[in-house]
Every structure is written in structure tokens, then in C-alpha cells.
């Protein structure tokens, strides 16, 4: 995105924020809605210590700040206004937004104090959305049904959302693809790796969207393995490692947007390694087809339930599975080798918001997207297959124990598992896949 179209796309997007805040107002009866940017919680209760600001992602979708005690007053009739407390400060700078494009449709106000906040808010009813709220504001603080109706907003990604996400998917690919290059030519540990990660991505762990997963063999098997080993798995061993593969689950943010990309690889010329090598590539080709049956108006659960099926298909196929592979999803084999959801709502949080309304089947109970398919939405398609002892050990244990090679399965458990995930805009003609296309281009 060229620095002459982001303002273009930033003034039409502040348009339909402020059709959207208007209408929520009048539904609400309120006067003014202010949204509070937050500030960064303590570590502890007992010590001095305080995570960098997460900005509050209703303030976030206006405007892309970082600051800590920023205050945006809507009200529907006037631009927003923007109050800040700002103070001398010689401990610590103060962040800055990444892009100016925003200053010039939004009047700000700079205070002392959190004190003179107070005099610069409207009279009138208002809701303030935010946490650490201060005291005294007289205002409904978090009205559920207000915060609901917010959260509808952010459903529907407007262009310059989609293009900030394009932006953050490309960070993240860089990232991801100098990892690849890495895991290929030298041994690294999942530290190393992260580190690595982070540099080609241009952040700091404080920038990132989420902590990345970082997982070397068997630790892939944890869906959310954070805890980086320092040393190289089998290292001070004679000869080459046999089991050797990585999955990285990571991602950037661009103005607030954030991006969510896993990719997996595997190394080695053993047979469990060349088993393992087809399962990632069975994956990777079966999560295109989800990808190419996105549709507008399909539910996304079926969606998921056809993850299921053709994993199934993909098992049989490898001689992982055995049977039919109706059998396999009908018996809870895949749901114990794809324990998690396909995917979720991306946008300003990388799990967003407004697309669970409804509670999935009680066998789907980790997907957090139950929507319809819609444009504009904005998702990840994530399928993945896991030997994870605590799933598989039930199936080994009762009749459905004839449904598996375990063989195969012996083969492969030490690579702990494969996850490929994609972040995929809906048009109402098609999809742009924003991870493939970043990948391409890099």
C-alpha cells in the first residue's frame, strides 16, 4: 500500500465508522460515546512492574495510537476528538503511531492530568468503553449491549482495514519465510528461532499480536507451546538428528491489524520423516480446497466440519487411517488428531470479535466462528493433525483402535504434529488469500 492511497482509504473508513457510532447512538439513546485507549496493567501486585499498553480495540479502530490515557469522544454530529493526558516525562517515551494519515480528520486536545479529562468530555448521556476507567466521568461504563453493538461493527472489514491487514500479513511472511531459510540450513533452537522471527518481521516481542509458537518436534503436539527450548533437541548426540521438524505459529501487526500465519516443515530421509513430510504437504493441499469453498452464505462450521472429512480422506490416503472415511469422523478419530476449531475472526485482535454468536455443536466446541459467511469478513482457515498422547491414547484403548495404523502412528508422534493457517478475505466474488499472496510477492 503506497503512502498516497492509506489517507483515501482512512477517510472513507472514518466514514463508515461514524455512520455506524451514529446509528448505535440513536439505538442506545446516548449523546456520546467515548472510548478509553487503556493503560499498561501491572505484572504484579507485588512489584513495580507494568506490561506495555494494549490498547483498547474499540479506540483502536479509529484511530492507530499506541498511547496509554488517550480519550476519543464520539458523538456523530463532529469529527472525533481525541483528548490526551500528556505530561513532561524524562522515565519513559512516549510511543508513537506508526503513520500520521489519521491527524488531520481528528481534533485533539492535550491535558495535564487525568483530573482535567473530566472538563473536555460532552454533557449528556455517555458510554465510555475502555478499562481503567477513571473515576468520576459520570457515564455508563462497558454497557454490555452497547459494546455488542460495537462489536457488530468490526465484522465487516472496510478497504483500509483489509489493506492494513495486507500490510501485517507481509511482515509476518517475512518473518516466517527467514525461519524457513534458517530451520533449513543450520540447527536452531526454538528460542533462536523466535528471536529470528521477530528480526526479519521488524518487531519486538511487545509489537507482536500474540506470543508466537515456536515448537521443534515433539513439542508441536502443544497446541500453544510458548515456553522456547534454548538448546537444539538431541543436541551433544552422535550423528545426525532422525526427527527433525519445526512448526511456527506466528504474527505481526500493522496499525493496529493484526496478521496469524503457522507454517510447518520437516527434515529428514527417515521413513517416519518422509511419512510425516507427505502429512505436512497433505495439509498444506487440503487446506487450499477449504480455501476455495469459502462462500458467501455458507456457515463456517460446515466449513469446518469439512476439514474433517477430507483429514479423514488425507489419513486413509497416507495409510494413517484405515476404513472408511466417513468411519473415521463419524467415530471421533479426526476430532482427537484436529482438536481445534478451522479457524476465527481476525482484524484488530487476532481472535476478533462479532462472529461467535452462537454456541457451536457440542463436537465442535473449540471453533470460535459460528457466523454465515459473509463479505468482508475476515477469518483464518487453520487445519491441522496432531499425535497428542492424551487423544490418542482413548482411541487406542477401546475398538476404534482398528481404525488406525499404529505404526504409522509411532512413526510420525515424535514430529508432534502439522498446522497450516492462512488469513483469508471474503469478497462478494471470491476470497484474496492475503498469506499466499504476501508469500508470492516476498
Known amino acids: 500500500m503506497d503512502a498516497a492511497t492509506l489517507p483515501v482509504l482512512y477517510r472513507d473508513h472514518l466514514a463508515t465508522l461514524t455512520a455506524g457510532y451514529r446509528q448505535v447512538l440513536v439505538d ?16 504484579s501486585r507485588f512489584d513495580d512492574q507494568h506490561w506495555p499498553t494494549v490498547v483498547t480495540p474499540h479506540f483502536a479502530h479509529w484511530v492507530p495510537l499506541p498511547a496509554s490515557d488517550a ?31 489519521w491527524l488531520e480528520h481528528v481534533a485533539q486536545v492535550e491535558v495535564a492530568d487525568l483530573a482535567a479529562v473530566v472538563g473536555e468530555l460532552p454533557r449528556g448521556r455517555i458510554a465510555i468503553i475502555g478499562d481503567d476507567v477513571p473515576d468520576g466521568l459520570g457515564a455508563l461504563t462497558n454497557p454490555p449491549e ?45 528460542l533462536a528461532c523466535h528471536l529470528a522471527f521477530l528480526a526479519a518481521s521488524g518487531q519486538s516481542e511487545a509489537d507482536t499480536p500474540y506470543q508466537g509458537i515456536v515448537a521443534r518436534g515433539r513439542n508441536a503436539a502443544v497446541l500453544h507451546h510458548i515456553h522456547y527450548a534454548k538448546r537444539i533437541p538431541g543436541h551433544g548426540l552422535p550423528g545426525p538428528l532422525t526427527v527433525d521438524s519445526l512448526l511456527v505459529d506466528a504474527g505481526a501487526r500493522y496499525l493496529g491489524y493484526c496478521a ?22 497433505g495439509v498444506d493441499r ?3 480446497r477449504l480455501c476455495g469453498e469459502i462462500a458467501v452464505g455458507l456457515a463456517y462450521e460446515a466449513l469446518h466440519d469439512r476439514a474433517h472429512v477430507l483429514l479423514a480422506e488425507l489419513l486413509v490416503e ?25 479457524g476465527h475472526s481476525l482484524g484488530i485482535q487476532v481472535h476478533d470479535v462479532g462472529m461467535k454468536l452462537t454456541a457451536p455443536r457440542p463436537d465442535n466446541r ?13 477469518f483464518t482457515i487453520e487445519p491441522g493433525c496432531y499425535v497428542i498422547d492424551a487423544l490418542i491414547d482413548p482411541l487406542r484403548a477401546d475398538d476404534r483402535r482398528e481404525l488406525l495404523d499404529w505404526k504409522a502412528i509411532e512413526a510420525i508422534r515424535p514430529f508432534g504434529g502439522v498446522r497450516i493457517e492462512d488469513d483469508v478475505v471474503v469478497g462478494a466474488d471470491g476470497i484474496r488469500n492475503l498469506t499466499r499472496q504476501a508469500w508470492a510477492a516476498a
Not at 153 to 181: F, I, M, N, S
Not at 264 to 281: K, N, P, Q, V, Y
Open 366 to 378: 473449540f471453533l470460535r466462528n459460528t457466523s454465515v459467511i459473509t463479505a468482508g469478513q475476515v
Open 71 to 101: 480519550f476519543l469522544v464520539i458523538t456523530g454530529a463532529a469529527p472525533p476528538r481525541l483528548v490526551r493526558v500528556v505530561a513532561d516525562d524524562y522515565w519513559d517515551s512516549a510511543p508513537a503511531a506508526e503513520s500520521d494519515h
Open 28 to 43: 442506545h439513546g446516548l449523546d456520546a460515546i467515548v472510548l478509553v485507549s487503556g493503560r499498561g496493567a501491572a505484572k
Open 318 to 342: 497416507l495409510a494413517i487411517g484405515k476404513g472408511d472415511p466417513a468411519v473415521l469422523v463419524e467415530r471421533g478419530v479426526t476430532r482427537a488428531l484436529f482438536p481445534h476449531g478451522l
Open 146 to 190: 452497547v459494546i455488542a453493538a460495537l462489536d457488530a461493527l468490526r465484522t465487516r472489514k472496510t478497504p483500509y482495514e483489509v489493506e492494513c491487514l495486507a500490510e501485517a500479513t507481509a511482515r509476518a511472511v517475512r518473518g516466517h519465510q527467514h525461519v524457513e531459510d534458517l530451520f533449513a540450513r543450520l540447527d536452531a533452537s526454538e
Open 260 to 281: 496469524d500465519i503457522t507454517r510447518t516443515w520437516a527434515r529428514g530421509t527417515t521413513d517416519g520423516a518422509m511419512l510425516f513430510g507427505g502429512l505436512i504437504a
Open 286 to 288: 487440503l487446506q487450499q
